[in-house]
C-alpha cells in the first residue's frame, strides 16, 4: 500500500506541472511547441518509416491528415513525454483493432511524425498505459508498456498495473521507438482509476 501511495503521489506532482511552460516555450492546446529548433542531424527519428515527417493536428480527425492511419473507432489516447516539452506520444486503434502508438514531435504546425508502431494481437485484458515506471523509478514518461489484468480484477480499481507483457522507449535523444527488452520493474499508472 506504501508503494501504491508514494506512485501516486510521485504521479501527481509530476502531473501537476504538466501545464507549465518554459521560457523557451508556449503551450497551445494541448501540445507544446518549442521555439528551439532540433538539430537537423540527419539520423534523428525513423526516415525508413513511410510515415515520417507527416505532419498533422493533435485537435483535427487523424485520417484527414494521414489516410493510412484509417480509424472507425473514437478511441484515442495521448502524452506529453515529461523530460522534454517537445515530444510526445499519441495512440489509437486502427481498423484492425490494432494498437497504433505514434512517436510525434510537437511543431508550430502541428504534430511531426518521427516514428510509429503497430501493436497488434492484444489479448483480451491487455491493456496499453503511456504513464509508466521503471523500477521504482520517478514517473519515466518515455517509456509505455502494454499490461495484463486477471480476470478477478477490474480494471478501474486498479491503480497500476505489474503484469507488463510488452514495452518501448519514445527515445528522445533518438527519435525513434525502440523495444525494451528487460521488463523487470516496469509498472504501468492507470489513467482511469477509480478512487
Same mark, same amino acid.
Given at each position: 500500500?506504501?508503494?501504491?501511495?508514494?506512485?501516486?503521489?510521485?504521479?501527481?506532482?509530476?502531473?501537476?506541472?504538466?501545464?507549465?511552460?518554459?521560457?523557451?516555450?508556449?503551450?497551445?492546446?494541448?501540445?507544446?511547441?518549442?521555439?528551439?529548433?532540433?538539430?537537423?542531424?540527419?539520423?534523428? $527519428? *525513423?526516415?525508413?518509416?513511410?510515415?515520417?515527417?507527416? =505532419?498533422? /493536428?493533435?485537435?483535427?480527425? !487523424?485520417?484527414?491528415?494521414?489516410? #493510412?492511419?484509417?480509424?472507425?473507432?473514437?478511441?484515442?489516447?495521448?502524452?506529453?513525454?515529461?523530460?522534454?516539452?517537445?515530444?510526445?506520444?499519441?495512440?489509437?486503434?486502427?481498423?484492425? $483493432? *490494432?494498437?497504433?502508438?505514434?512517436?510525434?514531435?510537437? =511543431?508550430? /504546425?502541428?504534430?511531426?511524425? !518521427?516514428?510509429?508502431?503497430?501493436? #497488434?494481437?492484444?489479448?483480451?485484458?491487455?491493456?496499453?498505459?503511456?504513464?509508466?515506471?521503471?523500477?521504482?523509478?520517478?514517473?519515466?514518461?518515455?517509456?509505455?508498456?502494454?499490461?495484463?489484468?486477471?480476470?478477478?480484477?477490474?480494471?478501474?480499481?486498479?491503480?497500476?498495473?505489474?503484469?507488463?507483457?510488452?514495452?518501448?522507449?519514445?527515445?528522445?535523444?533518438?527519435?525513434?521507438?525502440?523495444?525494451?527488452?528487460?521488463?523487470?520493474?516496469?509498472?504501468?499508472?492507470?489513467?482511469?482509476?477509480?478512487?
Amino acid at each position: 500500500m506504501k508503494k501504491v501511495v508514494i506512485i501516486l503521489g510521485i504521479a501527481a506532482l509530476i502531473a501537476s506541472g504538466c501545464g507549465r511552460t518554459t521560457k523557451n516555450s508556449t503551450k497551445t492546446g494541448l501540445a507544446f511547441v518549442s521555439k528551439e529548433k532540433l538539430s537537423d542531424n540527419e539520423n534523428f $527519428g *525513423n526516415k525508413q518509416n513511410p510515415l515520417y515527417g507527416k =505532419i498533422y /493536428e493533435y485537435s483535427r480527425n !487523424l485520417m484527414d491528415y494521414i489516410p #493510412e492511419l484509417r480509424s472507425s473507432d473514437d478511441f484515442h489516447l495521448a502524452s506529453a513525454i515529461q523530460a522534454s516539452d517537445r515530444f510526445g506520444i499519441d495512440a489509437f486503434m486502427d481498423d484492425k $483493432g *490494432n494498437m497504433v502508438c505514434i512517436f510525434i514531435e510537437y =511543431i508550430k /504546425e502541428g504534430n511531426k511524425i !518521427l516514428d510509429t508502431i503497430r501493436i #497488434e494481437n492484444l489479448r483480451e485484458r491487455e491493456y496499453l498505459i503511456l504513464t509508466c515506471t521503471q523500477d521504482d523509478t520517478i514517473w519515466d514518461s518515455e517509456i509505455f508498456a502494454t499490461f495484463f489484468l486477471e480476470d478477478s480484477k477490474n480494471f478501474y480499481d486498479q491503480p497500476y498495473l505489474d503484469k507488463v507483457v510488452r514495452a518501448w522507449r519514445a527515445d528522445t535523444k533518438t527519435g525513434r521507438i525502440k523495444p525494451i527488452e528487460n521488463l523487470k520493474g516496469i509498472i504501468g499508472i492507470n489513467p482511469d482509476y477509480a478512487d
